[in-house]
């Protein structure tokens, strides 16, 4: 999703949730996630090193986020584009509702099929962290 971002913006706004917002979701196996300067660490080392090799000239912002409304709500920021998973579709529905009522322009929306394993399941993190999928040599292989 970050590189389809990268594709469709000249600015991309990455959001992190943060560890006090974590701890209210309902998350599978939340104590394998690792803590939130980790996981920007992660993000801003995978744009550097990966993105912007095919994409020098733009640019990014992480932001600590607390729920799903935090960036694209705020008046004072512009934003053109969301991209979501077929997964998270309705929400971003929602989030051009809720612009629409507070009279902010509605969002370009880009959807990013989820990608999934050989099985046809949905490849995610929580797979990851109850240890159904695990990585090798940088390819992910279902525990099967």
Request: proline fraction near 4%.
């Amino acid at each position: 999703m970050i590189s389809k971002a990268f594709e469709v913006a000249d600015h991309v706004i990455i959001g992190v949730v943060r560890d006090e917002a974590l701890a209210k979701l309902d998350k599978i196996c939340r104590e394998g996630i690792q803590p939130y300067d980790i996981r920007v660490l992660n993000v801003v080392s995978f744009v550097d090193q990966v993105v912007l090799r095919k994409y020098p000239k733009k640019t990014y912002e992480v932001i600590g986020i607390c729920g799903p409304y935090d960036v694209v709500l705020e008046e004072n920021r512009k934003v053109d584009y969301i991209v979501v998973s077929d997964e998270t579709l309705p929400r971003a529905i929602m989030i051009n509702i809720l612009r629409e009522k507070k009279g902010l322009s509605k969002l370009k929306i880009v959807v990013v099929p989820i990608v999934k394993d050989f099985h046809g399941r949905p490849i995610s993190s929580h797979r990851f962290r109850t240890g159904e999928l695990a990585w090798k040599r940088g390819i992910s292989h279902a525990n099967s």
